[in-house]
């Protein structure tokens, strides 16, 4: 099933049949993605980079402070701003499910919780 074109969203998405079920390459969501942080980082307000090097190189805190809440908001703040869904127009959607069965195992109906 690797030589079948990806799927068309604007966001490409490319489906594999393995063992298990299916993997789904999503390079093109990934880049959005970084695309995404690399904007929020930039943005001219400069909030998130100083919090970046901040993180980076924390300054001497005391010994009960803790160091991975700015990590932590860090990441909360880079997240809300990142792209989290991929669309799908029109036949797309279609075709993503046609791939998906098409590479999906069999079910066994004897396996636990699928009897009849």
Same mark, same amino acid.
Do not use: C
């Given at each position: 099933?690797?030589?079948?074109?990806?799927?068309?969203?604007?966001?490409?998405?490319?489906?594999?049949?393995?063992?298990?079920?299916?993997?789904?390459?999503?390079?093109?969501?990934?880049?959005?993605?970084?695309?995404?942080?690399?904007?929020?980082?930039?943005?001219?307000?400069?909030?998130?980079?100083?919090?970046?090097?901040?993180?980076?190189?924390?300054?001497?805190?005391?010994?009960?402070?803790?160091?991975?809440?700015?990590?932590?908001? +860090?990441? #909360?703040? *880079?997240?809300?701003? @990142?792209?989290?869904? /991929? %669309?799908?127009?029109?036949?797309? !959607? $279609?075709? +993503?499910? #046609?791939? *998906?069965?098409?590479? @999906?195992?069999?079910? /066994? %109906?004897?396996?636990?919780?699928? !009897? $009849?």
């Amino acid at each position: 099933m690797t030589n079948q074109p990806p799927v068309t969203g604007p966001i490409l998405i490319g489906v594999e049949r393995i063992p298990a079920g299916a993997t789904l390459d999503l390079g093109a969501f990934t880049s959005l993605v970084v695309s995404d942080v690399i904007d929020a980082l930039l943005d001219p307000d400069g909030a998130l980079w100083d919090l970046l090097h901040e993180v980076a190189d924390p300054p001497k805190r005391a010994e009960d402070d803790d160091e991975r809440l700015d990590r932590e908001e +860090l990441e #909360r703040l *880079l997240v809300e701003r @990142a792209s989290s869904k /991929v %669309p799908l127009y029109g036949p797309a !959607a $279609a075709r +993503l499910a #046609r791939r *998906l069965l098409a590479v @999906a195992p069999p079910s /066994v %109906p004897q396996q636990r919780g699928e !009897a $009849a």
